[in-house]
């Protein structure tokens, strides 16, 4: 390829990469309110945590839909192997979504009644972090491909790394939760927002900290482009400011932050998606495909950027619209539902 041809999976790559971050990010945060639903028994703090992603929760999931749609026409053949490869845990991950959402409407209709909706809440927030994390570690300890197919078997995805980066999306996602409860409520939920961030912050550097090491360890591919000069000097500020941005963070939360602790939060997403890329690039399905060879035809790929090139516009502007609509914290009593 030639010209702007070559350069069309770069930008269909950094298309679905920035979809996917907003979605980690947005998503997570009210994901997060969930995984800390189990923390407090009381319906009005209950009543609060949800009320406070009331707005943004269906929204946050567009991003999701645009990242998996864009790997679906932009990276047919990538989307044709990690689809079986996953199967399992992406139908998992997208049932634990809608359960997730019908639970967010159903729970308000079926007060006082509504304990079974409060249980599948927290499950399926819990459920739907969990498994995008395994989604994650799979494909970050390899695919088996085979002229161009997937070769491996149906549970290939379950390893002790993949469970571990599981669980750690879970800490994330509960730590963006926790400091978004800081940040926008008042009264016995931001006291529990602030109560668990602490501990939070310290199981997500535990995290980042063991899944750097785990994946150099255990991955050739992943040393060579990490600890091999002149690359060291390159990479070594991103450790640096993970450690610095984390004692921010931990600062901000004794001396009762409110809005460092959340942006810390998405920095520390933002630096560990960078360490990811980093270890990855240009492979889209690791260590066989990159961009070029999971890529659509040419034309394929320029038809759907004009149509995208008018979306992402109207995502991002929605987006902005909706959080600068309802900005401002929520009060107990309070709500949008």
């Known amino acids: 390829m030639i010209g702007m041809e070559w350069y069309l999976p770069l930008i269909w790559a950094g298309i679905i990469g920035i979809a996917v971050m907003m979605y980690v990010i947005l998503d997570g945060f009210d994901l997060g309110i969930g995984i800390l639903f189990p923390f407090t028994h009381k319906e ?89 994390g395994i989604i994650l570690g799979g494909l970050l300890q390899g695919v ?18 993949s469970v571990f980066v599981g669980l750690s999306v879970v800490a994330g996602y509960a730590l963006l939760g926790a400091t978004w409860l800081h940040m926008r409520t008042e009264g016995p939920v931001k006291k529990l927002g602030l109560r668990y961030a602490p501990t939070l912050l310290a199981l997500v550097l535990v995290a980042m900290a063991a899944i750097s090491l785990w994946t150099p360890l255990s991955l050739p591919r992943v040393a060579e482009r990490w600890f091999v000069l002149p690359n060291l000097l390159y990479l070594w500020p991103i450790p640096l400011a993970v450690a610095v941005i984390a004692f921010a963070i931990w600062r901000g939360l004794q001396k009762g932050s409110e809005f460092l602790p959340f942006a810390g939060t998405i920095a520390l997403f933002i630096l560990g998606y960078a360490g990811l890329a980093i270890s990855n690039v240009p492979y889209l399905v690791p260590p066989t495909l990159t961009f070029w060879d999971a890529a659509a035809s040419p034309a394929s790929q320029i038809f759907f950027l004009m149509g995208t090139i008018f979306l992402l516009p109207l995502v991002l502007g929605y987006t902005v619209f909706v959080y600068w609509m309802f900005r401002g914290k929520i009060a107990p009593g309070e709500g949008y539902h």
């Open 44 to 132: 009005e703090e209950r009543d609060l945590m949800m009320n406070s992603v009331a707005p943004f929760w269906d929204g946050n999931e567009t991003w999701l839909v645009l990242g998996g749609g864009g790997l679906w026409v932009a990276f047919p053949k990538a989307y044709a192997i990690i689809m079986p490869a996953f199967y399992l845990p992406v139908i998992g991950m997208l049932l634990a979504l809608v359960l997730r959402g019908v639970s967010f409407e159903f729970r308000w209709v079926a007060k006082p009644g509504h304990r079974i909706w409060d249980i599948a809440f927290a499950t399926g927030s819990i459920a739907a972090a969990f498994l995008q």
């Open 144 to 161: 088996t491909v085979v002229d161009g197919q997937y070769a491996g078997g149906p549970f290939d995805w379950l390893t002790v790394f």
